[in-house]
């Protein structure tokens, strides 16, 4: 049909949907041309590379095109996607969405488009709004509209348009979770973060991103007001991205919560966050499993909390805290008047330092929860719960309000 000279119109129909549409950009406008009397056209196409993609949105040729070949359409809906490899290829989804705010498009007929980084893939995203494609929409995604240049994070656009801005944000908490965010993705959460005062938890848990991506969202927590929760669990962070994060540390004014688990933070990296703990006023938990902490890197945690007034709750779990790293937590404990909770799990722990913890937990009168399970402070002990019962209830016999536990 499409090599045919003599062109066959199709006058009657009045509604297009091509779904799956695999037309390069000329094949679309000779089938779209042949149905001149259309009201309504819908496509939704998956697009090999980013040449073909940024051919496919050209505006200024579909505003043409319509007006020459569709003059009656009334209702333009389209989804085109490409996958981004965040490698090779540099991707400014403001380009891809400016020359859609021409009178033309949001005047005369009020055809809304968006641009949108889908962290899933991850894609890259030109579709008009609300989103036509059923089932494509509960990805987490940065987008920017044509009718506003600030983009925002969306959790799932399903579709109710998503974003909440900071007039309405008064009890309506976000909570993010992103999934496969890299470098690209990480500057665009990064760029939200400096805007959207929406966004309260922020959990980039178990995904990889990169020293540049780690960088932009430090500069961008740097002044965040809104963020409370930061969990960064499983990253591979190293001494350099605990520096970054430390360094966010000393000027936001609001994380309460950090999560920094297995991020194969050294122990410059935790010597870095100790000096920044030393005067924070605002973090209340900080856990740090996993991290290969060991008795002398453990003593930089232990001189800053013998200034910090604030956090709450310690995480020590999974390293490789010994007796004589114990020593100095237990000397911290006689004088601390802060701590609640200090997990310890999965550490090096021996019986040898049972008597170290009692003289501490005998002086101390603030820490209701001890987590000590899995270290070998009850090594001759049987596993039983009856058995370790009775030796957490040796070691707090006169301070029932609070409690050891070899067990969470």
């Known amino acids: 049909m499409l090599k045919s000279t003599t062109p066959i119109y199709y006058q009657q129909l009045e509604s297009v949907s091509i779904e799956e549409c695999q037309l390069t950009i000329d094949e679309l406008l000779l089938v779209t041309s042949l149905t001149p009397s259309l009201i309504h056209l819908k496509i939704v196409s998956d697009i090999s590379d980013i040449h073909a993609f940024t051919l496919v949105t050209n505006a200024s040729h579909w505003e043409m095109f319509i007006q020459r070949q569709l003059p009656r359409l009334r209702k333009f809906e389209f989804l085109f996607s490409f996958k981004h490899n965040s490698e090779n290829e540099i991707v400014n989804l403001d380009s891809f969405v400016t020359p859609f705010r021409t009178p033309y498009w949001l005047n005369e007929k009020h055809w809304f488009i968006a641009s949108a980084y889908v962290m899933t893939g991850p894609e890259v995203w030109l579709y008009t709004l609300p989103l036509c494609a059923h089932g494509r929409g509960a990805a987490p995604m940065y987008e920017i509209p044509s009718v506003d240049s600030d983009g925002h994070l969306i959790a799932n656009c399903k579709y109710v348009y998503s974003h909440v801005s900071p007039e309405n944000n008064t009890d309506?908490?976000?909570?993010?979770?992103?999934?496969?965010?890299?470098?690209?993705?990480?500057?665009?959460?990064?760029?939200?973060?400096?805007?959207?005062?929406?966004?309260?938890?922020?959990?980039?848990?178990?995904?990889?991103?990169?020293?540049?991506?780690?960088?932009?969202?430090?500069?961008?927590?740097?002044?965040?007001?809104?963020?409370?929760?930061?969990?960064?669990?499983?990253?591979?962070?190293?001494?350099?991205?605990?520096?970054?994060?430390?360094?966010?540390?000393?000027?936001?004014?609001?994380?309460?919560?950090?999560?920094?688990?297995?991020?194969?933070?050294?122990?410059?990296?935790?010597?870095?966050?100790?000096?920044?703990?030393?005067?924070?006023?605002?973090?209340?938990?900080?856990?740090?499993?996993?991290?290969?902490?060991?008795?002398?890197?453990?003593?930089?945690?232990?001189?800053?909390?013998?200034?910090?007034?604030?956090?709450?709750?310690?995480?020590?779990?999974?390293?490789?805290?010994?007796?004589?790293?114990?020593?100095?937590?237990?000397?911290?404990?006689?004088?601390?008047?802060t701590l609640e909770v200090l997990d310890l799990r999965r550490n090096y722990i021996g019986y040898k330092s049972i008597p170290y913890l009692t003289a501490a937990l005998e002086r101390n009168t603030t820490l209701a929860t001890l987590v000590l399970w899995g270290n070998r402070i009850f090594d001759g002990i049987n596993d039983g719960l009856v058995s370790t019962a009775s030796v957490i209830s040796w070691f707090y016999r006169d301070?029932?309000?609070n409690a050891v536990s070899d067990f969470d």
């Open 399 to 401: 301070f029932t309000h």
């Open 172 to 337: 309506m908490p976000f909570n993010l979770r992103l999934h496969c965010v890299g470098n690209e993705g990480a500057k665009y959460i990064a760029r939200a973060l400096r805007s959207d005062e929406a966004i309260i938890e922020l959990n980039l848990s178990e995904y990889y991103i990169g020293s540049d991506g780690i960088q932009y969202l430090s500069d961008a927590l740097r002044k965040n007001t809104a963020i409370t929760t930061l969990n960064l669990k499983g990253m591979q962070l190293r001494n350099e991205g605990a520096k970054h994060i430390a360094h966010t540390l000393q000027l936001n004014q609001t994380i309460a919560q950090l999560d920094l688990g297995g991020c194969l933070i050294g122990s410059e990296g935790v010597q870095c966050l100790s000096d920044v703990l030393r005067e924070n006023t605002t973090l209340k938990t900080l856990r740090l499993d996993a991290n290969s902490i060991c008795n002398d890197t453990v003593l930089f945690l232990i001189e800053a909390l013998r200034r910090n007034k604030t956090l709450v709750t310690l995480s020590l779990g999974w390293n490789r805290i010994e007796d004589n790293g114990l020593r100095y937590i237990t000397d911290l404990l006689k004088e601390n008047k």
